[in-house]
């Protein structure tokens, strides 16, 4: 495939092979998350040409301005895309996907990628998606083929008869995406590459832990991680679904780091909960915008229980064998393992729940979602496979 490559000049040696441009496009937190092992397997192989766009949240200070991040990382940020209209409502959703859309063409133009790459299911991958589909551009996808809550599940599945090239995090994944009608030449079971990550950290003990956060964790104490996310088909009922969790951990009284829900509709009332019930005043819980993924996932696995309604317990909690207790609906349909108990907005319901997993203790460590190696299948398969022609519909 040619898209105006030239030659790169190396002293000494003329390559005769030009670079591959691979580009993801990246707009929060959680999809850094998902792809950052593939993203560190790429940069500087001889193959590729690695092409990171980053967007949304990503940029936002009240987000934890999390693309300093990718950079400390050593990801080098070629292009960003602010793109996230105020409101955190479908109004808003809709306009900022829009506003994505209309900007990425630039984007790929000027770098033009012979593959575009993007994860999961967010309203930013679905522009992203919609963007290299109009341009002919071919289409990878990480985390294709999963069942969940939400307008999530529709956007996922959208993707994946937009995508060329489908990573399946676990094996009944990879069979759905067949069932769909995709080519099974073009569908991967690779494993999710968030576990890559943990495979990789030095957990350390959780005194040392407890010492990153200096006064404000007690070793000596059980340690609960909260994260809920608004669910875009129910934001209107975000402010009381907070409040539920809240009154629950509240009853508890104990030590919880907690952290700020992702930017989608229904943010601000979840955010406007927080503040209407004082959380951030209560003195056993410390809220925090944005949290290292290394420092995150250290959290999960020495923390006691793990609330809220984050697809990080699911996967990496599964893998941990986290305690979780998972809140609401965001998550319906999603693989999970022992280490979950589903509950209902319900304070009772939640308290009983955490009392339960802080009872339990952790839980043998699930593999269902990869063995830490699908950075490195997806980046071997973006680098030496080919691609696939744009897809023509045949009937």
Known sequence: MDRGHESQQIPGRLLLMTARKV????????????????????????????????????????????????????????ATIKMVVEGEDPLSMAKSTGLCLLELPTIFDQFRPDIVVTAADRYETLATAIAATYMNIPLGHVLAGEVSGSIDNSVRHAIT?????????????????????????T??????????????????????????????????????????????????????????????????????????????????????????????AWPFMRWYKHLPLETFYRLMRHCDAFVGNSSAGLREGAYLGTPVVNIGTRQDGRERGSNVIDVPYDSIRIKDAILSQLEHGRYPQDLRYGDGKAGERIASILANNDIPKVKRMTY
């Open 23 to 78: 580009c993801f496009v990246i707009t929060n937190r959680a999809s850094y998350g998902r792809v950052k092992s593939v993203l560190l397997a790429l940069q500087g192989h001889p193959n590729v040409e690695l092409i990171t766009i980053a967007a949304g949240a990503l940029l936002l200070g009240r987000y934890g301005e999390a693309v300093d991040y990718i950079k400390k990382d050593g990801i080098d940020v070629r």
């Open 161 to 185: 008869k937009m995508a060329h090239l489908h990573f399946a995090p676990t094996k009944l994944s990879a069979e759905r995406i067949i069932r769909m009608g995709e080519d099974p030449q």
């Open 187 to 280: 569908v991967f079971f690779t494993g999710c590459p968030s576990i890559d990550l943990l495979t990789a950290i030095d957990f350390g003990t959780r005194e040392t832990l407890c010492n990153d956060f200096g006064n404000v964790v007690d070793p000596r104490k059980p340690l609960i991680v909260f994260m809920q996310h608004p669910v875009t088909t129910e934001y209107e009922q975000s402010n009381w679904q907070i409040k539920e969790s809240l009154k629950a951990l509240k009853e508890l009284c104990i030590q919880t780091i907690a952290v700020y829900p992702n930017v989608d509709a229904g943010a601000d009332l979840i955010i406007k909960g927080i503040r209407q019930m004082d959380a951030e």
